[in-house]
């Protein structure tokens, strides 16, 4: 079953392959659907500062019945710090508003603010602060793992050639449709493991009628299809759901693509993401 199967970070820590998203679930909605999510199987949450829900988040997770060191918790630190004392204390804040004693996980958000994303600006010398200052949450324990979200192939590299600790993961939009190949490959080539948000492009892959055939095909949805894609890639994906349905038909990955259908799904091209557009990282610049 998919929800305990693992992949292993580059320092051991043992991080689940498939994680529950919580973009744009309200903090006050967070403890009840997380708490949902758990009770289906799920032991991977990610949730980040910019989302506005960590105490919901740790709220649910404080009160589960499943001990805390078998659920994995990943939040991010906010886009906006870029300086090491910044940093530092959104790191204590996060902590303090979920009520955990640690995160599994935290990555920084994005190499850009989000007023400023994608602009040429890689703000080499601010991440090496923030990163900095998740290097020392991480050696105090804070931290299990410590990785980045949104980061090119020129921000790995900042952080490759000057950091004491290595990320080890980045986390990246990543679907049937777009599919940032060369920057996947040369993440792992660096032990660096890819997580895939947005795995179903947020909704608008449903309306591809290519996709939808294709889903057919292997009598499942469309969302099953897009995870699994993620998963046969050996990415993460971290698909939001609903619904408890929607939960667990996020879990049901009982089929395989074959090569030949990988390979047409790999090729397949898609950059319409209707009214979320006005998001930078669909858009692919700031807004």
């Known amino acids: 079953m998919i929800l305990n199967e693992t992949y292993t970070l580059a320092n051991g820590v ?8 919580t973009w744009m679930v309200e903090d006050a909605d967070a403890p009840a659907k997380v708490q949902a999510a758990i009770e289906i199987g799920y032991r991977h949450i990610d ?40 940093a530092k204390a959104a790191i204590d804040d996060s902590l303090q508003k979920s009520g955990l004693d640690y995160f599994d996980m935290m990555l920084i958000h994005s190499p850009e603010p989000w007023d400023d994303f994608r602009s040429g600006n890689h703000y080499f010398e601010g991440n090496l602060e923030a990163w900095r200052a998740m290097e ?3 050696k105090a324990g804070k931290l299990r793992a410590i990785g980045v979200s949104n980061f090119e192939q020129v921000d790995l590299d900042n952080l490759i050639e000057n950091a004491t ?25 660096k032990n660096i493991l890819v997580e895939a948000y947005s795995p179903v492009a947020h909704g608008a892959m449903m309306n591809s009628q290519e996709i939808v055939a294709m889903a057919e095909k292997y009598r ?38 074959s090569a030949a259908d990988m390979t ?3 090729a397949i091209k898609m950059d319409d993401y209707g009214k979320n557009s006005v998001f930078p990282v669909y858009s692919g610049k700031k807004d």
């Open 14 to 21: 043992k991080l689940p392959k498939l994680g529950y998203g």
């Open 47 to 86: 949730t980040a500062q910019g989302y506005g829900n960590e105490h919901g988040v740790g709220e649910a997770i404080r009160n589960s019945r499943i001990a805390r060191e078998n659920l994995f918790v990943t939040t991010k630190l906010d886009a906006r710090f870029k300086d090491y004392n910044g």
């Open 136 to 138: 020392e949450a991480y």
């Open 165 to 189: 600790v290595m990320p080890m993961v980045n986390q990246i939009l990543a679907h049937i449709g777009n599919t940032p190949f060369d920057l996947i490959e040369y993440a792992q080539s």
């Open 220 to 257: 499942v949805g469309v969302p099953q299809l897009a995870i699994k894609y993620c998963l046969q890639l050996n990415l993460v994906p971290l698909p939001k759901a609903s619904s408890v349905a929607h939960m667990k038909n996020n879990t049901e990955m009982d089929f395989d693509i």
């Open 264 to 266: 047409i799904l790999k």
